[in-house]
């Protein structure tokens, strides 16, 4: 079973594609609504303003990062909701979050430097990762795939412009920088997201706003360093979004899985750990989550050759206290396979240990 980090952490929500319509009518009708005194006022000030200077070398290499990069960044349509996507390949292949595609199968994809819209269909989605592809019906000439940074080169402090369709407003940038790396984040159960938890995420100062999930995540080399994917709540401001608190699946993480999804239309190795159980909530005497109750156990898998049988309650992982199986989630995300690993659990009343070389998710 897959794991992540406890969810000690901030709240997290990946912006659901079903209410990014509607949020983009809003956008659009302020707009309208205000538009005479503000250009107005923003004429005024620009009027009196000196003019910018000519040799801003840190506003250049944002034009050209933006001017080579944001062609390859695409407004998904599926059903009544919209997303963002990046060009994978020249063969019409478009990589996204599976929480973007939802359940549907058929789409409609306008690129950055058109207003005609591509029908695609779907090639393959993996929730676990929040990952998709999605291949346009007729591929167009011109088509830009994006270039993708080595992730192991992400460091923090580095600047980043995030790009994709936020409420509806196609190619829209925001930027900012690398403010962590190697985050793992869980998202909430919805319609369009099983709730997956995610290690090693790109943390970000740059505005992401739902629609932006799926777009790009840009370094000033021209390179995708991640998929816009997630931002922070906070809970003291009713679960409003978080400023600067954004999440980004890391370049490696999408090149891998997109590949096997064109390839095979499935996941055959998620480069993530897994532990070869399946498990249930366990609750102690006073109805307190108290562990994760193993229901089954995989055959010739990393529990199954520990030891470990149904029945058994995992209560650690190394030095991390499991007390539900989202717990067990989050603690296993946070690791890699063949990672060796101490498990504590209980069997009839009493407490054991097991060491266990973790296999593959």
């Known amino acids: ?37 503000s250009s107005t006022a923003a004429a005024s000030s ?28 695409v407004q998904i349509t599926a059903g009544d909701g919209l997303g963002s996507g990046i060009v994978f390949d020249d063969k019409g292949d478009i990589v996204t979050n599976a929480h ?13 430097n058109s207003t005609k819209p591509l029908d695609a269909t779907l090639v393959g989605s993996y929730p676990e990762s929040d990952l998709a592809v999605i291949r346009l019906s007729s591929v167009p000439g011109g088509l830009k795939p994006a270039t993708f940074a080595d992730s ?21 940038v925001t930027q900012g920088i690398v403010s962590a790396v190697g985050r793992t984040v869980s998202e909430p ?18 505005a992401i706003n739902p629609g932006n999930s799926g777009g790009a995540l840009v370094n000033l080399s021209s390179q995708v360093i991640g998929i816009n994917t997630l931002t922070a709540v906070d809970p003291e401001l009713n679960g409003s979004a978080a400023p600067g608190i954004g999440f980004a699946i890391p370049a490696a993480t999408v090149t891998s899985i997109a590949n096997q999804l064109i390839k095979d239309g499935k996941v055959t190795n998620s480069g993530r750990a897994g532990l070869g159980v399946t ?17 089954s156990v995989v055959g010739g898998g990393p529990a199954a050759s520990a030891g470990l049988q149904a029945g058994d309650v995992i209560t ?11 717990a067990l989630t989050t603690a296993l995300a946070a690791l890699s396979p063949g990672d060796k690993v101490t498990v504590g659990y209980q069997r009839d009343g009493q407490a054991k240990t097991a060491e266990v070389t973790l296999g593959t998710l």
């Open 1 to 37: 079973m897959p794991a992540g980090p406890r969810p000690t952490g901030p709240k997290l929500w990946a912006g659901p594609a079903a209410l990014l319509a509607a949020a983009a009518l809003l956008v659009s009708g302020c707009s309208s609504s205000g538009s005479g005194s």
């Open 100 to 112: 973007v595609v939802g359940s549907a199968t058929t789409f409609t994809v306008t690129l950055a």
């Open 46 to 73: 620009s009027s009196s303003a000196p003019a910018p200077a000519g040799d801003n070398q840190l506003e250049q290499d944002y034009q050209q990062v933006i001017a080579q990069v944001l062609p390859s960044v």
């Open 316 to 326: 650690k992982v190394n030095d991390t206290a499991i007390t539900s199986p989202s």
């Open 189 to 206: 159960q919805s319609a369009g997201s099983p709730g997956a938890t995610i290690g090693n995420m790109v943390q970000t100062s740059a």
């Open 279 to 295: 498990v249930r909530p366990y609750f102690d005497s006073n109805f307190q989550p108290a562990g994760a109750a193993v229901v």
């Open 152 to 172: 192991s080169k992400v460091a923090v402090g580095q600047i980043t412009l995030a790009m994709g369709s936020p409420l509806g407003l196609s190619s829209s």
